[in-house]
């Protein structure tokens, strides 16, 4: 329909998306097992916990279990398990949903909010680190380019 | 030491990597899943297995079981296993290093080498389609800029 611009390369899209798609691994590959480590290392926790405790605290009046499920990484633990724990230590509670008494939702404790604050800083400076080798402005450039990627599962269209 | 340009924004690097860190983590989280269950429909394999050939296949003179754990992503499953598996299926085989009898290397059969072609252009397709958000220029700017992490682990001066 418009005008395209000739491309910059004879390589096709489908290779340079197969590089971008390998690149992301890698990138994943080199910090994930690092932050593991320093999550049971120095906090005694594991990254799914780490996820649920982050996906909890955006939501300060609390989520469903369904809503939590939702939001975890792929490889993710067991959410009743870890919410199960989380509850233990009175770092989460269960709550019946106000305006409907049948339902529940999670949400951190005080408790948890603190500790998570603690955990969510360290994680923080450990990514700094850990992603040094991009400029902060290079950091910018390239989460903004990835933030443009859509779900595959709701687009519509191709 | 030198003359720094004034930062684009007041927003301290610290931020800007951890945004991209989500979004790498996201870019995972929406492909990776697709690619599983592909895989498994498709040609009845995982993806720890279509790693393990992607790796054999880059290294046709074979690779010591030693190697091919260092080229695995993080949720790999068991290498032995999975080798074992491959083995019996005569899509991979055992064979003797040379100058080094006691020494064994994995490589690919050409059954192995043929199934994993197959499996390889359908991949190729389907990170193609998944990544269609970003143009083939975005693709190949925003790999390139990812090529340039190096391994934390064994980074200097820092």
């Known amino acids: 329909m418009s005008a395209t611009l000739a491309p910059v390369s004879h390589e096709p899209a489908s290779k340079a998306r197969l590089r971008l798609w390998l690149r ?15 999550l049971r290392a120095e906090f005694g926790t594991t990254l799914p916990r780490f996820d649920v405790m982050a996906a909890l605290n955006r939501f300060p009046e609390g989520l469903k279990m369904s809503q939590l499920s939702g939001v ?4 993710n633990g067991n ?4 919410v199960d724990r989380l509850e233990a230590e009175e770092l989460a509670e269960r709550a019946p949903l106000p305006g409907d008494r049948r339902a529940a939702v999670v949400r951190l404790t005080d408790k948890g909010r603190a500790e998570f604050a603690r955990q969510a ?8 680190a850990l992603l040094s080798d991009f400029s902060a402005e290079e950091a910018r450039e390239i989460g903004a380019l990835l933030g443009a990627m859509t779900d595959p599962a709701t687009r519509t269209g191709d």
């Open 79 to 82: 959410v009743t398990g870890i």
């Open 121 to 128: 800083e360290a994680h923080k400076s450990w990514i700094d």
């Open 24 to 38: 992301v691994l890698k990138v994943n590959r080199l910090v994930e097992p690092v932050l593991r480590e320093r």
């Open 72 to 75: 975890l990484r792929v490889s």
